[in-house]
């Protein structure tokens, strides 16, 4: 009962925050460049580590699958497989994860520390609303910047695929482009985008709220790190569930 | 700032407040403003679950007044002035800002309160990804001031506290008594008219100590700012409460001490014991109390 007192409390704190954060938008002064800075942050920042995240799960899918389709003589069609779990479900959950590993911790131990040296309070005493301030411009660019470097880790996804097929393997680059190009349509490729734009919100306003609800000090600061990273990531990968869910009936996709 | 007075030590060291001319009353009636304190504190209850730290706090600081808070540690001093900005929501009771009650004011409303109100964090509070340069210039900046006039008004600041040396560093690279006298100059540009201080003079030496004390002396007696002043240092209670600033034939200002004939009135103790006010009063009042609670805070033993 406690627990479900306190999960509730939760989402609708996070609620709020999201709420004020977004309606703060339409006054001034708007922080462009503060936006901006976080999406070179968060964007140009988390690009390696996804990149790299991308290409080996690209590769470990051909690895792992391509005796698989031997079996059953479907060799031509290695392109589809990796192609398919890899725009709709790999890359945008392990981006998201990724992301919120490295992200999700730093919004909150920074916000986190704020709390704790009173320079949220020295914030808001001096007339600024950290809503506006630190919080919307953070999941702004997470939301802006997480389909980005999703579509990145798919490319290299796709890319490692291929060079581990062409070089353990010995498929054709042709054969594998043109499978992969028959195996995704349009729908595979927006639900794949639709779905970093919902982690990149829930990354952010988890690490937010996590950050700005510090208290006990230093110590605290640690703990609320620890339950961004874990938080999010939990959210995300249960979130998928439904999305994916969600954009199968929107989509009407059926299974082939 | 403090570069043309307006008004003179008269105005702020009266005899008493009874004496004051009929014109001057009729003087009062044609500005509400002044009669109206700055800040109002009626019966101001606060816990912290179980942990009663205000229990029933009445008081005013009226327009042009310095409240020197005494209290031990842990006594409910900053909580004090963390209602007042609204950081923290009291539990009953209610608290006025030029008369305006901001008890129930959301985060939203408060922002045109604090902008007239200037706080000075017992532990700084600078802003570690901002340069001092920027820290100084955050209501400024925020306010979308021309960089021009920014830069101007920033390094006559930080000449007031004597630190125009440090306007490029970082906070990380100053010693304690460098940020506090940086968070001192965030906290005065834009001219507040009300000034918070939180135990600004903790563990600085006693020059800079005193510099600061002038400082607030200054404020009250030639700018007419309201503030409070938290302190734990019986000299600083000293400066505050028995000097006050006026400004000389030359336009230099000056410190002059209270006598026979000029007797401050414009700055009063506040003792806090357990949540309770226990004393409000001139200094004079203060140093002939027997009370054995306060005796032992003025000797330490
Ligand atoms: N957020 C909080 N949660 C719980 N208790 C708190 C909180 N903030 C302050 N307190 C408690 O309130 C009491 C008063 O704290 P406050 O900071 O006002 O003391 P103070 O008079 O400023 O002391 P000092 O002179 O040491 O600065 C302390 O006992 C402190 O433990
Ligand atoms: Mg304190």
């Known amino acids: ?256 | 700032m403090f570069s043309q007075p307006t008004e003179d030590a008269a105005n702020t060291a009266e005899v008493t407040e009874e004496e004051l001319a009929p014109t001057d009353l009729e003087d009062a009636v044609d500005e509400p403003e002044r009669v109206v304190p700055a800040i109002e504190f009626r019966d101001v209850h606060l816990s912290f679950e179980d942990n009663k730290i205000l229990d029933g706090i009445s008081f005013t600081v009226r327009r042009g007044e310095t409240k020197v808070i005494l209290g031990r540690s842990g006594g409910g001093k900053s909580t004090t002035i963390r209602l007042i900005l609204g950081l923290l929501k009291p539990d009953s009771g209610q608290i006025l800002i030029d008369g305006e009650d901001i008890t129930e004011y959301s985060e939203i409303e408060m922002m045109t309160v604090r902008a007239k109100i200037g706080m000075v964090f017992q532990e700084g509070a600078l802003f570690d990804s901002l340069s001092v340069y920027d820290n100084v210039a955050y209501r400024l900046h925020e306010q979308g001031v021309a960089e021009s006039e920014v830069e101007t008004e920033v390094r006559r600041m930080l000449k007031f506290v004597d630190l125009e040396d440090a306007i490029d560093k970082m906070p990380a690279e100053l010693s304690g008594g460098m940020r506090r006298r940086v968070g001192i100059a965030r906290a005065l540009v834009g001219d507040p008219q009300i000034v918070l201080f939180d135990e600004p003079t903790a563990g600085l030496d006693p020059p800079t100590a005193r510099t600061i004390c002038e400082l607030a002396i200054k404020l009250r007696d030639l700018e007419d700012v309201s503030s409070i002043f938290v302190t734990h240092e019986m000299k600083n209670l000293e400066y505050l409460s028995s000097e006050y600033a006026t400004v000389d034939e030359n336009g230099e200002v000056v410190f002059e001490m209270e006598g026979e004939k000029i007797c401050l009135i414009n700055t009063e103790i506040v003792m806090l014991k357990e949540g309770k006010i226990i004393f409000t009063g001139k200094d004079e009042e203060f140093a002939a109390t027997d009370d054995p609670y306060i005796l032992k805070f003025v000797r330490g033993k």
Do not use: W
């Not at chain 1, 994860?97 to 704790?116: D, F, H, P, Y």
């Open chain 1, 1 to 256: 009962m406690n627990l479900l007192k306190k999960f509730l409390f939760e989402l609708q704190e996070i609620t709020n925050l999201i709420i004020f954060a977004f309606l703060g938008l339409f006054k001034s002064p708007r922080y462009l460049k503060e936006i901006i800075r976080q999406m070179d942050l968060i964007g140009v920042g988390s690009l390696p580590i996804v990149l790299l995240t991308g290409f080996f799960t690209g590769g470990v899918l051909i690895l792992q699958t391509y005796p698989t389709l031997v079996h059953y003589g479907a060799q031509a069609e290695a392109g589809r497989a990796v192609a398919t779990s890899l725009i709709r479900e790999l890359g945008p959950v392990l981006s998201a994860l990724m992301v919120s590993g490295r992200i999700g911790s730093a919004i909150s131990a920074e916000l986190g520390a704020m709390v704790v040296s009173q320079q949220i309070d020295a914030m808001r005493a001096l007339g600024t609303d950290p809503n506006r301030k630190l919080v919307a411009p953070r999941i702004i660019a997470l939301i802006l910047m997480l389909p980005l470097l999703t579509v990145a880790a798919d490319v290299f996804g796709l890319l490692g695929g291929g060079i581990v097929a062409k070089n353990l393997y010995g498929l054709d680059y042709n054969l594998f482009i043109t499978s992969v190009r028959n195996g995704i349509t349009t729908e595979d490729i927006l639900g794949g985008i639709i779905k970093p734009l919902f982690f990149g919100l829930i990354i952010g306003s988890v690490s937010c709220y996590k950050g700005l609800s510090t208290t006990d000090g230093t110590v605290g600061v640690g703990r609320s790190t620890t339950s961004a990273v874990v938080l999010s990531s939990i959210v995300v990968i249960i979130f998928d569930f439904f999305l994916s869910r969600a954009i199968q009936s929107i989509f009407d996709i059926k299974p082939i």
